[in-house]
């Protein structure tokens, strides 16, 4: 299903056994690009496993695909991008105004210099044997940390200035456009 630029959906992740992780209540697509999707949203409300609620703060531009087991959120302070927060993750999928996809645990962090981190690898572990995760799945999260991992020492996509650029750019025009509209209504 294609999405449409300005459409307004929600975000939701679940873990492997189906049970529910995390939610993002609004975002706004910025482009579909067939085998990956740029999103955005900026404080907005997040609902975690548990059922409580906080704002994210400012800005986050997101990559999803399609066919990677992988996402990108993009985080900005302001006009000041911060980092590329990435989730090792099944491909997106369609179910109806929302966006879900599979969190397979893994994390990783890259500073705006293009150092990283990996974070969670127990708890990677810990649902692997819980959850008995297939050897496909094993095989689809090691080829992710891979290519991820080689995507930052190469400054390829996403980890580039010029991509950084244009999330904030597609963002900020429409903002006011789409986004802000959207967010008068809700207010009244």
Same mark, same amino acid.
Not at 8 to 28: A, L, T, Y
């Given at each position: ?9 929600? $975000?939701?992740? $679940? ?51 399609? &066919? ?19 989730? $090792? ?10 966006? &879900? ?88």
């Amino acid at each position: 299903m294609k999405l449409t630029k300005g459409q307004i959906i929600r $975000i939701e992740s $679940i873990k492997h056994d189906g049970s529910f992780h995390r939610s993002w209540d609004r975002s706004v697509v910025l482009e579909d690009r067939g085998d990956s999707l740029l999103l955005a949203n900026k404080d907005v409300k997040v609902t975690e496993k548990d059922g409580h609620t906080w704002v994210s703060h400012g800005l986050a531009v997101c990559q999803f695909h399609r &066919k990677r087991w992988f996402n990108t959120i993009l985080l900005y302070d302001g006009k000041k991008f911060q980092l590329f927060y990435c989730n $090792i993750a099944s491909p997106v999928q369609m179910a109806g105004p929302c966006l &879900k996809y599979v969190d397979y645990d893994l994390d990783l962090v890259v500073d705006s210099d293009l150092r990283y981190r990996w974070l969670d690898r127990e708890e990677f572990e810990i649902n692997r044997k819980r959850m008995q995760y297939p050897a496909r799945v094993i095989r689809e999260v090691n080829r992710a940390v891979r290519e991820l991992e080689r995507r930052v020492r190469e400054g390829s996509e996403p980890f580039t200035q010029r991509f950084v650029e244009k999330g904030h750019h597609l963002f900020s025009h429409m903002d006011q456009s789409v986004w802000g509209e959207t967010r008068r209504n809700e207010n009244k």
